[in-house]
């Protein structure tokens, strides 16, 4: 199994500002995944991150808005850009460690709150 | 379209009884499919992951079933405990699509005392 750090588990942002979420695994991953959940709903995906080049975003999510970034096997960010009260969420990191997502460890999550 | 229904929506059982929770899915071809417990306000933790081949697995008071020609899993919990209180989620994986996974909107099991 992996281990999966999640930083900040929680935040109040006033609107317009962004906040950079952080997610640590305690082994090396072939797959880091973020997802929002919204509050009452299940996981959408936003996003693959992919190591060493830019991450693969789903149909209504865009980079501007979720810029990713994955220095290496073990660490990827999340970043909520200018962010309104419609992004208040739980933001969530997956990971996996084969193509075919055998396995998959989420991270604790983030709760976000934007006022 | 991939879809993966989960019934009931929600379900209110007393301590110590049990109850059967359905998956049904479209996702193909298959790979895997995985049922979740999610506390309120935490991530998903694994309960069991299936294969193909696989019929059942079991993991304490927890056991998933899978029919692969139905398409359809359920989850089986007995003599339910307070802290079995949460959200159940059933995500199934296809053999393509680059490891992406499709989920289910979840059942929110309540236990009452």
């Known amino acids: 199994s992996a281990v999966i750090s999640q930083k900040p588990s929680r935040d109040i942002c006033q609107r317009g500002t962004s906040l950079t979420i952080q997610c640590q695994v305690d082994?090396?991953?072939?797959?880091m995944f973020w997802y929002r959940q919204q509050p009452g709903q299940s996981l959408t995906l936003i996003a693959t991150a992919n190591q060493g080049s830019e991450a693969t975003y789903e149909s209504g999510f865009v980079i501007d808005k979720f810029p990713i970034s994955r220095p290496n096997l073990t660490f990827s960010t999340l970043t909520v850009s200018n962010m309104s009260p419609e992004d208040s969420s739980i933001y969530l990191c997956s990971v996996a460690n084969s193509l075919l997502n055998t396995e998959a460890f989420f991270g604790q999550g983030t709760r976000l709150t934007v006022v | 379209k991939n879809q993966v229904e989960q019934s009931p929506q929600s379900l209110i059982i007393l301590e110590g009884k049990n109850c059967t929770l359905q998956c049904n899915y479209t996702v193909s071809p298959f790979s895997n499919l995985r049922w979740y417990k999610q506390d309120t306000g935490r991530g998903p933790v694994s309960l069991t992951i299936?294969?193909?081949?696989?019929n059942t697995k079991s993991n304490g008071r927890y056991t998933a079933t899978l029919d692969a020609d139905t398409k359809q899993s359920s989850l089986h919990i007995t003599a339910s405990q307070l802290s079995d209180s949460a959200s159940y989620i059933c995500?199934?994986?296809?053999?393509?699509?680059?490891?992406?996974?499709?989920f289910g909107d979840g059942t929110t099991l309540t236990v009452k005392p």
């Open positions: 082994s090396q991953v072939t797959m």
């Open positions: 299936m294969t193909f081949s696989e």
């Open positions: 995500v199934v994986s296809a053999r393509t699509n680059a490891g992406k996974s499709t």
